[in-house]
């Protein structure tokens, strides 16, 4: 992933800082960016969800993706059973358009 030619460009690694870390040595705790055209994906540890790191990541995201990448529309896909991401897609401005 780290070698790949979207990294820095539309595919990025979250991470995180805490009193153990510095900001030379992060803690890897998840990836965003896009991977089909322009849909969104993301992913976190278990043990870092509901914390606000998605959220935070796609606030980061979605106008770099639409100003310096020059998107004019971004997707994403999940399942609608998972309430929790339909949820937070929803807040940062995404709208269901439909189910497949």
């Known amino acids: 992933m780290v070698s790949a030619p979207q990294n820095g460009v539309t595919d990025f690694i979250i991470t995180l800082l805490n009193s ?4 030379h040595h ?10 089909r055209d322009n ?10 969800w509901g914390k606000g790191i998605a ?7 979605i106008p770099y993706l639409f100003g310096e990448v020059g998107m004019s529309e971004i997707t994403a896909d999940t399942d609608p059973r998972n309430e ?3 949820g937070l897609l929803k807040k940062v401005g995404f709208v269901v358009n439909g189910f497949k």
Request: hydrophobic share 50%; with cysteine; glycine share 8%.
């Open 55 to 61: 959220q935070e990541a796609l606030i980061a995201l």
């Open 39 to 48: 849909e969104v994906g993301f992913f976190l540890a278990r043990q870092y």
């Open 26 to 35: 992060p803690v890897t705790v998840g990836k965003i960016g896009v991977w």
């Open 84 to 86: 929790a991401c339909v």
């Open 20 to 23: 153990s870390t510095t900001p």
